[in-house]
């Protein structure tokens, strides 16, 4: 299994009056995860919606272990964990660098769609895109 790696610092503005980092920020973290993990796989996001391929999410979910805090360094483990040609499940870890525990852990399900919005089987329809993905998929 293929896991990307990306690097965060918590921002003040994503803490709340505890000091601790507002649980809807951690889906923001999930979606820079997955656009560097599609990047780094070779293909912007945004060369995959010119392909006409849209990932809107389906479904997310998120296990708070631990809170981040103001100025954490946090790496952003994203990886595909199931793949088919009409849906992508991404799994996620927030890990703190300082003493590399998981704080947080996710995943968001996602269907590939057309520029309509009508769902398609890119391993059919659009297999340029569904082998750059599925080169990561498949990684060990």
Excluded at 111 to 135: G, T
Aim: hydrophobic share 35%; proline share 2%; with cysteine.
């Amino acid at each position: 299994m293929y896991v990307n790696e990306t690097k965060i610092k918590v921002r003040y503005v994503e803490t709340d009056q505890m000091g601790i980092v507002h649980h809807s920020n951690y889906y923001a973290w999930f979606e820079v995860g997955r656009t560097e993990f599609i990047v780094d796989a070779g293909m912007p996001y945004s060369e995959m919606e010119k392909h006409g391929v849209m990932l809107p999410v389906l479904e997310s979910n998120c296990k708070y272990i631990e809170g981040a805090k103001y100025e954490d360094e946090l790496t952003i483990q994203t990886w595909i964990e199931e793949m088919n040609g009409a849906k992508a499940v991404f799994g996620y870890n927030v890990v703190r660098d300082s003493d590399k525990k998981v704080i947080a852990k996710g995943s968001t399900k996602h269907a590939f769609v057309s520029d309509e919005f009508k769902i398609i089987n890119i391993k059919k329809n659009k297999p340029d895109v569904w082998s750059i993905l599925e080169k990561r998929y498949t990684a060990k």
